[in-house]
Every structure is written in C-alpha cells, then in structure tokens.
C-alpha cells in the first residue's frame, strides 16, 4: 500500500501548485520539536573597532543599499583588510578618509570575503577607516528556494537583518566585539527592533529618486572632524511613499548587528522587578505578559546557575517566518511567528535566553568553537526543563536532542562546524543537538555539583570575552573529581576502584570525531556459591569508541547496577550480582547518559529529516523520508501521519486519506497518540473538500471523542463541526 500511495504522489506531483506548509501539532520538538591536533584558524591583520552603518530597504524590490563607515585595528603590520559581505551584495566602491577610491576584490575560494588592498602598509596598533559603498538582494534564496538558510530578508510583509549574514563588513565573525551606530531605513508602516539602544523616535525622510544610478562618494564623518558622514547620503530610489529612519547606538562593544524590520508594537512589561519590552503585531499585543512572566523566570533561573547577566531586562520581538524558529543576539531574542503562541514555549525561550551567556557574554573565538556556545545553550534549556518538570522533562528534552544528532551526525565533527552552515539541518544536528547531549555526557562523568561548578567558573573566567573549545577541555579536566579512586562513577552506577581517567579521549571521541554508537550485548549466565557471574561480551560499530558503560541487572530482587568499559568494536566483561538476573534483563546505558544509535530513534531521526523537508515545503522529499522509516518500522503512526500530511498539502487526497488510515491503525505507541485526533480532524477536511460532509462531521465527531486536545484540536473539531472546511479558508 505504501509503494501505491507513492506513485499517488509522483503522479500528482507535476504542475501542482502547493499551498505554503502550515505548522501542524507534533513538530520535531513533540507535539504542538590518539589526540586529534588543534586546528588553527588565521586571524586577520585587521579588526573592525567601530562600525556607522545605514542601510535603506526596499520592500518592493527586496533589496538593500547600504553604506558603512569602518574603522580598523592593526594586529600586524599589513596593507589588506579582510572583511566578510554577503555574497549576494554588489561592492560599488571602497573609499578611504580622503574619499579617494581604493582597490579591492572577492576571494576567489570564499565569496564572502572581500579583500582591501591600501596604498601603504600599516603598522601594528595602526588604525585605518575605510567606507564601502554597496547593495543587492538580501538572500539567494530568492532565485534558489533549496540554497541554505535565509539570514536577511525583506518584503512588504516584513524582513530582519540576522548577524550570520553578514549585511555589513565584518571581521573575525562571531567573536568581534564592536561599538558604532546603525541606522535603518525602512517603509513608513514597519518598525525596526534589535541591537543596541534605541536613540528615540524614528525619524521621517523623503524618498529622492537619484539623478544619476553612480553611488554617492563615500566621504569622512562630521563629528570626528572629517567632511560629510555617508549617513546624510539621500536613500536609493524607492516606490514606497513614506520612510522612517530607525537609529540605534552601541555604546559597549558587542556582536550587534540584528534587526527584525516588521509592523510591530512595544508593550513594555513588569515581571521579577526588571523591565522586558515586547514587540508584537497589536492582534497579539494581549501576549505579552505572557512571554514577560516566561522569560523572567528562565532568567531567575540562569542566573542562579551560571551568574547574573550585567544588566536586566531583555527585548523580545516576533520574528517574520521564513528563517528559523528563534534567534539570538545581545539584549534580544527573536520568536518566529510560527512559533508565537497565546503560551509561550518555554523550552524555545530558554534555548533562546541562554544564549545571553552563551554567545553573547561567552562568545566563540571561531566558528570551529561554536558548541560552547550553540551546543550548551540547547543543553541549558534541557536544564531549565528539568528544573520545571522534573526528570520526565529531561527526559523528553534528551530524546529530541537525540532523535535530531542522529539526522545528520556523519555531517562533521562537532569541532569542525565552520564547514557547516549556521541554522542548517545539518548545523542544527551536529553543533546544537549532538553537542547538548555532550554536555549530558560530560555533566554524567563529572557529576552533578561538578558540572554546575564548571558553568559557573567557564561564565566567570570568559564573560565579556572570546573561547576556545580548547579552553572548556581545560577548564573541565579540573573538575574532574580525583580524590580516593573508590568516588568515582558514571550517573548511578557504583563506584569504580580506578583512578578516573583524563577527560581528553572523551572530549577528542565525541567532538573531533563523527559517528554515534549502536550497542548489543552478548551473554552467559553463571551461578556462583555467592550469587551470579555474568559474561559477555559488549558491541558496537565504531573503532575509537572508549567509554565506561553503566549496566542494569533486572533481578528477581532489586535492580543492580554496574559499570563495564567498552573499548573499540568488542570488549569482553564479567560482572557478578547477588539476585537472580532476568531472561533478558540487562541493560547498557539504562539511564540514557550515552548518546546511542538504536532503530527506534533512527527511525524518529529519518522522519525529522522529512519533517524538515515539508517545513521547507519540499513534500515529495519529505514522502521519500517518510517512506524510508515505513520500510524500517511499518507500523509507525507518526511516519504515516507525517506522510498523509505531505500528501494532504500536495492535495493528494487519495493518498492522503490512505495514509491517515494507517495512522489510525498503528497509534499506540503513547508519544504519538496525539496522531490520532488530528488523522480524524485531516479526514474530516478531505471529506469536506469532496463535498461529503456527512463523512466530514463524522470523523469530526471521532475526533471530539478522543478528548485530546494536543495543539488546539479540540477547538479545530468544533469549529469544523460547525463550517464545512475549504481549501481556500473561506
């Protein structure tokens, strides 16, 4: 039936137009988610100190003109300033102090790179300033919908201006620090919200339409004593009829640099004693109490465990869709409105918070060392979880961290992330969630107590500075407990009478190296005048793996729990226990410390993949992925799901309707119960787009009767119930 609903698909698939994808209930976070060497990377002979930037968009055109005033620092004595500009803006010109034009051009090995060459060499401690002159779309993904992330964007709908994109020049991206002003240039009907502090009101221009298409000399800054600052330079030509110029000043160096550009409105609000200013569209002003209470009792949090942030308050800002789920930047946090909700979600807030410390306070000295960052931000909110809801929500939290490092976990190791793009799939697999669950393992080696105390002193030691992943290696090994040998375990296994070893072949194993473990155990049983003898043998599938194991004996009695060492492909071991041992009743890494390969989560990790697929509106790749975990597990009631809804946004009903069918017969798994309910309400929908609304009310009604109410579905039977559905919503 599977291969049928396939070819459904394939057949349909031809001149289809594809209504956008919709968020459904139950997203990848649930329901609704030898040493190696250390690698150098070269660091520019300059550094930018001070940045007066302003950018003028066009919403109608989708494109930026911008000019930026730059000024640079000399590690070394040099005469080529480096700096890295979207490849996707056209340099006009790169002018010096006296306006006169300087030579420049693209690295032929990175397009985003540009290379300043000045007439003379500089020396160490030096200082040169430089304006470029530049402009173009703000995204490939424009002409190529499949080509990465989208990190700027505009249109009349909205857009942001992301740091990873790189819509200014910027050096030794992402640990510079900087002050300057930024000023944005936007439609009369936008607000502009992000880094640094707002110098007041917006103020209004008149769009001028230029004599002629040559840009405006770059010419000095006034208030340093130079001629006319570019930022008096009239705006390009434009359609709209109405601009508003947004200024903002960083006067602490920081990553700044993020804007979100939407028709948004401030709703400043009280919560823990600080201030939190949230923008929202005024249909959802009524929210931000909400997200206040919600991010001040992440902070409350945070700051007992990792130290208290410089300064209180944050901003909290809807996000345009069409990029990713939530971003990141000093003082702001950016919640896409796909994921904007009456409740906040509080596990995306607190990835997003802890970013203050991580990223923002502890910032990455490359883009190699990003799961310092990255990785133990998404580790932290698994933190705040377990604060909130106990074990259970750890739980849930490690299973998603894991489900998404199995998806694309062959991709690179985790200490070589600059081959991968940030916001990626496969950026998202490696550094955030395969890298959290490092922080897990490591928090089990080390210890509870120990693990707070190193995020403690790594908070301590490198706020307001740049790290290493060397340094956190560092860092950890003197938290590494070394008293009497017998202190040591792993989680809750018994204390193992060896002197603990260095953490070096842990961190080289799990982020310089690819692959995940996938264990089985072989064993005999033996009875013994004192209890029993178990012997066996451990397996796995990677030649480096070296590791103590925790083992659980399941016994007539209470369970007993062991540690065994797992070394390479095949390691012998014998553990004795006094209780009975239980036909198939012994257990490697029972708790969870280890991230593991198993079929069950390489299924769930095959079915993110397609998930994010139809996230991209990619459906035909999403049903080859969905088609995939079928083959391996084909009573999957999540695949099915997930694969009816490929179908159902392809208005494949046919095949749709098959495919909710399945769901409703393998729905018994209770993490994915939640299927059921919504296979019902989609039925329900594809009845009523045939016109059949008998059958329409009646799987309404089946839906009614579950009582679940995972992602508002009670309320989407009712109002189904009443008004037939439409493709068009009307």
């Not at 056209?90 to 290379?115: A, E, F, I, Q, T």
């Not at 509080?346 to 990455?364: I, K, M, N, S, Y």
């Not at 290696?473 to 792993?490: G, H, I, S, V, Y």
């Not at 009767?705 to 579905?713: F, H, P, Y």
């Amino acid at each position: 039936m599977s291969k049928f609903r396939l070819l459904l698909s394939l057949a349909c698939l031809v001149g289809l137009a594809v209504p956008g994808w919709a968020q459904s209930p139950g997203a990848p976070q649930g329901p609704g988610r030898g040493v190696a060497p250390v690698q150098t990377i070269p660091t520019a002979a300059f550094r930018a100190t001070y940045y007066e930037v302003r950018a003028s968009l066009d919403a109608v055109g989708q494109v930026m003109n911008a000019q930026a005033k730059v000024d640079f620092a000399a590690r070394e004595p040099a005469r080529v300033v480096e700096v890295e500009l979207n490849q996707n803006l056209r340099v006009n010109s790169v002018r010096d102090v006296s306006g006169r034009p300087v030579s420049y051009d693209r690295d032929d090995n990175s397009s985003l790179k540009l290379h300043v060459t000045l007439d003379d060499t500089v020396p160490a401690g030096g200082k040169v300033t430089l304006f470029f002159d530049y402009g173009g779309p703000l995204s490939s993904r424009m002409n190529n919908p499949d080509q990465g992330v989208r990190m700027a964007y505009i249109a009349k709908d909205g857009g942001y201006l992301l740091l990873p994109s790189r819509w200014f020049p910027l050096t030794d991206f992402p640990s510079n620090r900087y002050t300057g002003i930024f000023q944005i240039e936007v439609p009369g009907t936008m607000t502009v919200v992000g880094t640094g502090k707002s110098a007041g009101a917006p103020e209004s221009v008149t769009p001028k339409v230029a004599s002629s298409p040559a840009p405006a000399p770059m010419l000095g800054n006034a208030r340093r004593g130079a001629p006319v600052s570019p930022m008096s330079a009239p705006p390009p030509p434009s359609m709209e009829n109405e601009r508003m110029l947004y200024t903002y000043r960083v006067e602490k160096p920081e990553a700044a640099g993020t804007f979100v550009i939407a028709p948004l409105q401030l709703s400043p609000e009280r919560a823990e004693g600080a201030t939190y200013s949230i923008y929202t569209p005024p249909a959802s002003a009524n929210t931000a109490p909400a997200y206040a209470d919600a991010i001040a009792h992440v902070l409350d949090f945070y700051n007992d465990d990792f130290g208290a942030l410089p300064e209180p308050g944050l901003t909290v800002a809807q996000l345009p869709d069409g990029t990713v789920d939530g971003f990141a930047a000093p003082g702001l946090l950016l919640v896409s409105a796909r994921q904007w909700s009456a409740k906040p979600n509080e596990r995306l807030l607190a990835d997003l918070a802890a970013h203050q410390w991580w990223g923002a306070q502890v910032t990455p000295a490359t883009t190699s060392d990003v799961w310092i960052t990255d990785g133990l931000s998404r580790y932290s909110e698994g933190l705040f979880v377990e604060q909130s809801t106990g074990k259970d929500g750890l739980n849930k939290a490690l299973e998603d961290y894991a489900v998404g490092a199995l998806m694309f976990d062959d991709s690179a190791p985790i200490a070589d992330a600059r081959r991968l793009e940030p916001g990626s799939e496969e950026y998202q697999s490696v550094v955030v969630n395969k890298g959290a669950m490092v922080f897990h393992m490591l928090r089990a080696i080390i210890g509870d107590a120990n693990f707070s105390a190193l995020l403690k002193d790594f908070y301590s030691r490198y706020a307001g500075k740049s790290a290493r992943i060397q340094d956190f290696e560092q860092l950890a090994e003197t938290r590494q407990t070394r008293p009497a040998p017998a202190e040591f375990k792993l989680g809750n296994a018994p204390a193992v009478s060896a002197e603990p070893a260095s953490l070096r072949p842990f961190f080289t194993q799990w982020l310089h190296s690819t692959g995940v473990p996938e264990f089985n155990l072989e064993y005999v049983i033996y009875r013994t005048k004192k209890g029993f003898r178990i012997v066996g043998k451990a397996k796995q599938n990677l030649d480096v793996f070296h590791m103590d194991v925790e083992i659980e004996v399941q016994t007539e009695g209470n369970p007993e729990f062991k540690t065994i060492t797992i070394s390479g492909k095949e390691s012998p071991f014998t553990v004795e226990t006094f209780g009975r041992p239980k036909p198939n009743g012994i257990l490697l890494d029972p708790h969870d410390y280890i991230l593991k390969s198993s079929q069950k989560l390489r299924v769930r990790g095959i079915i993110a993949r397609g998930e994010s697929f139809a996230g991209l509106g990619r459906y035909y790749d999403a049903v080859q992925q969905y088609q995939k975990a079928l083959e391996q597990d084909r009573q999957n009631a999540l695949a099915d799901f997930r694969m009816g809804e490929a179908f159902f946004y392809q208005r494949n009903y046919a095949a749709a309707a098959q495919s909710f069918r399945d769901a409703l017969d393998g729905a018994t798994d209770l993490t994915t119960k939640w299927t059921e309910v919504w296979s019902h309400i989609y039925l329900g929908r594809i009845y009523d787009i045939q016109g059949d609304r008998t059958r329409a009310v009646n799987e309404y009604s089946k839906a009614r009767q579950t009582a679940d109410d995972t992602g508002g579905a009670q309320a989407e039977a009712e109002k189904s119930l009443k008004k037939a559905y439409s493709e068009t919503g009307a």
